[in-house]
């Protein structure tokens, strides 16, 4: 069994770089307030802490 993570989108993407817009798109995430469970992996942690001003987690 392993852990799994809530991510939700809380911020608009308007007038982010680029390459956060790409790392939100690669989390599954596509318009304020929606939601993707994701495996807690070293890869998925370092990309929720490059746009952890947009998102919200929950274990």
């Known amino acids: 069994m392993t852990k799994t993570l809530k991510v939700t989108l809380v911020k608009g993407l ?3 770089r680029e390459s956060h817009r790409a790392t939100v798109r ?6 304020v307030n929606s939601v993707s469970e994701l495996q807690d992996t070293p890869s998925v942690r ?3 802490n490059k ?3 947009l998102v919200k987690v929950v274990s």
């Open 14 to 16: 308007i007038g982010t």
């Open 26 to 31: 690669g989390l599954g995430l596509r318009r």
């Open 46 to 48: 370092g990309m929720i």
């Open 51 to 53: 746009v952890s001003y």
